[in-house]
């Protein structure tokens, strides 16, 4: 892959991808780190066998000094908790299968304001268009549909 362009004086960065960090390795790594401090190996021995900085390695010997490998094990979800639930998404899902005018709109045409309605209506939460559209591809793994336009007058 090419580098990319940094302007002079600049620092390339690289934002993590949250999406493929594989916490069951994270946490079979600290594991191997809790085996080596139990046989008595340094905190910086510890850092360069398992490719961490020795701040992390200091952290976890001192967290596995006062709770043992139960500290160092993993902590269950990473992040802020959604505020609609699987069931919400559920039900948000149903109604909108059900089509626009089944919740009162003059056409059938889901739009993402639309959606915004039916969201707030069933679970009193509000959310903007683009929070709508995370939601939908995200969380329900729906995509954008365009409608068929049609000629009215047509030869076939």
């Given amino acids: 892959m090419p580098a990319a ?20 390795a994270l946490e079979q790594r600290r594991m191997r780190a809790a ?12 850092a360069t066998a398992l490719g961490v900085s020795r701040t992390a390695a200091w952290n976890w010997y001192w967290a596995w000094r006062e709770d043992g490998k139960r500290a160092l094990s993993a902590t269950g979800r990473v992040g802020r908790r959604p505020r609609l639930s699987d069931q919400q ?23 993402l304001s639309r959606v915004a309605q039916a969201i707030e209506s069933l679970s009193g939460i ?25 000629l009215v007058a047509r030869d076939d």
Wanted: charged share 30%; aromatic share 8%; with cysteine.
């Fill in 89 to 111: 998404i559920e039900q948000i899902g149903v109604v909108l299968l059900k089509g626009a005018r089944s919740s009162g709109f003059p056409t059938d045409v889901w739009t």
């Fill in 5 to 24: 362009r940094v302007a002079p004086g600049k620092r390339a960065t690289r934002k993590p991808d949250r999406a493929c960090r594989d916490f069951g």
């Fill in 35 to 46: 085996e080596m401090f139990r046989r008595g190996e340094s905190q910086a021995d510890v």
């Fill in 126 to 150: 509000s959310y903007s268009e683009s929070g709508v559209w995370r939601i939908l591809r995200q969380r329900m793994s729906w995509s954008r549909q365009s409608p068929v336009r049609r």
